[in-house]
Structure formats: structure tokens, C-alpha cells
């Protein structure tokens, strides 16, 4: 988080174009807040993990600092790379899927990229949520989910939001992965009918995201709370979580630059002054 108060205060004041943001629940907001999975949210292991790839390979012992980093790619570096994935190394696994998702050093393909992705869900779904490479597996399974989302042209990956949702679900629940939590709750908001308890489900995983500093559910968050979208307006803790999802939001982000642009221009000093309160308790929050 690269907000400071000498920032926040300028934001306030009109300094810089910016403006204030507040916690979800109003109150002070501890970064290690654990997630909890929401009422009616069952926290199983999807059953598609079992189905992803082969009877799992225990981990070599590679330490993760001896696997070499995707950037320009060698063919001795993707040799160990590879050599470490097929010995079931989670890092490895990780490195080569992002390698083959970004087009990285390797020809861009999607589906050599699902394939990596499988092997981290299929043989780590359990592991501890604690354990040194759990932030991988709850990545996997957020890009898997992704994937399910959107499909995979020309292959067996067909767009299937029910299998996106089940990996999201997962991710966000046992891993507490922040990511995972904000596109749960879109999945909830997108739902058919959009019922009350669709929107109750996607608000709580929004506020859990966002409390974890991810900034697009500050965002959304932010804009849902402002405008009173589907519940009053809460205009001094919108401004708070969207100055703090414009800070961090890349130069690509338009609709957060926008959203906190038309936020600000409604704002009134009131307002302004209390989302800065809000934000302090943020900052101390954080540090605490």
C-alpha cells in the first residue's frame, strides 16, 4: 500500500486529483483479516480438481530460488524448468504457466498454460493454507477459474461460469485468496435475478477482497457505496475505498480513475473530511 498520510491529506484537500476512501464496516481495518466463506458457501475441494491431471507427483526437493525466472528464457533454463514441473515443483509448475499465459519467453499458449495450472490444483488443493507455496495454488486456482470463464478457443476448455464459480469459491474461502474473493463477487452480482441474497453473498466477498487491499473491489466497492447502488449511499466511506483503489490502480484502469473522478466532483467538504478520518484508521490499521 503506497498511500501515506502527507498523500491522503493532499488527496482531501484537492492537491492532488484525487479523493478520500473508508473501511466497508466503518471501522478500523486490520490487514490480516482472515476470510471467512459466507453463509451458504460450501469450502470443499472442487470436485473438478480431482479430474485436472494424473495420479499427483510428490514435490521435488528443488528450493524455489534455484528455479529460473521466465524473462528471456533459455533453453537450459526452461529445461530445468520443465525438469522441475514434471517432479511436481509447485513454483516451477507456476513459472512455466505464466510463461505459456503471457507469452513470456515462449510462444503464447493458453492451453499449455490450463495444463500447469491443473497440475498446482489437482495435486495441492489440500494443502495448508499456510504453507509456503499456498499464495501458487490459490493462484492456480484463480487463473483456472478465469479460464472457465471465458473458455479456451479451438479446445476442450468451454466457457463454464458453474466450474469459474466452484474455483473462485474455493480460492476465496480456503486460501482467502483476495483476488479469487473479488471475482466471486462478481460471479454473485452477475447472477440470473440478481436476488437479494445473490447481492448479500457478492457484497461480503467485495468487502473481504477490498479489506485485503485489492484494489478493484475498493473500486467497485467504492462505487457501489457512493452511489447507493441496490443500498443507501454511504458517500464519505465510497470516496474512502475509491482514493484508495486510484492510488493503486495501473494506467490502463480507466473506470477507476473515472469512477473516482465523478465521486470527488459530488463530494461535499463533510464528506470529504470524514472519508479522511476513515482513511486514517485504514493507514493505522494496516500498520498494526
Known amino acids: 500500500m503506497r498511500t501515506s498520510r502527507r498523500t491522503i491529506i493532499a488527496f482531501v484537500l484537492g492537491a492532488i486529483p484525487l479523493a478520500p476512501a473508508l473501511g466497508f464496516d466503518g ?17 470443499t475441494p472442487p470436485a473438478a480438481a480431482a479430474q485436472l491431471n ?20 533459455t ?23 505464466r510463461m505459456y ?23 495441492h488443493a489440500e494443502d495448508n493454507p499456510s504453507a509456503p507455496q499456498a499464495g501458487i495454488v490459490a493462484n492456480a486456482f484463480v487463473a483456472l477459474g478465469r479460464y472457465y470463464l471465458s473458455g479456451i478457443p479451438n479446445s476442450k476448455v468451454k466457457s463454464d461460469p458453474e466450474r469459474a464459480r466452484e474455483m473462485f469459491s474455493y ?39 477490498a479489506q485485503k487491499g485489492q484494489y478493484q473491489a475498493q473500486a467497485l466497492l467504492g462505487q457501489m457505496l457512493f452511489n447507493g447502488e441496490q443500498m443507501p449511499p454511504q458517500r464519505a466511506r465510497g470516496l474512502m475505498w475509491l482514493i ?21 466532483a459530488k463530494a461535499s467538504e463533510s464528506d470529504r473530511a470524514m ?13 498494526d
Open 171 to 209: 480460492a476465496a474461502s480456503y486460501f482467502g485468496n483476495a483476488d479469487a474473493q473479488y471475482d466471486l463477487a462478481r460471479l454473485y452480482f452477475k447472477s440470473t435475478g440478481n436476488s437479494p441474497e445473490s447481492f448479500r453473498q457478492g457484497i461480503r466477498w467485495l468487502g473481504l477482497a
Open 54 to 73: 494424473n495420479k499427483p507427483v510428490p514435490p521435488a526437493a528443488v528450493p524455489a530460488s534455484a528455479v529460473p525466472g521466465p524473462a528471456n528464457a
Open 244 to 264: 484508495l483503489a486510484r492510488e493503486n490502480a495501473g494506467a490502463d484502469e480507466a473506470w477507476i480513475k473515472e469512477s473516482y473522478n465523478r465521486a470527488i
Open 275 to 287: 472519508a479522511l478520518q476513515m482513511i486514517e484508521h485504514w493507514v493505522k490499521g494496516r500498520r
Open 101 to 123: 499465459a503471457d507469452g513470456d519467453g515462449v510462444a503464447q499458449n493458453d492451453l499449455r498454460a490450463f495444463e500447469y495450472f491443473s497440475r498446482i490444483a489437482n495435486q
Open 75 to 97: 533453453s537450459s533454463s526452461m529445461m530445468a524448468l520443465e525438469y522441475a514441473a514434471e517432479g511436481g515443483h509447485p513454483v516451477a509448475q507456476w513459472k512455466l504457466g
Open 27 to 43: 471501522t478500523p481495518v486490520n490487514s490480516r483479516v482472515k476470510s471467512a466463506a459466507p453463509l451458504g458457501v460450501v469450502a
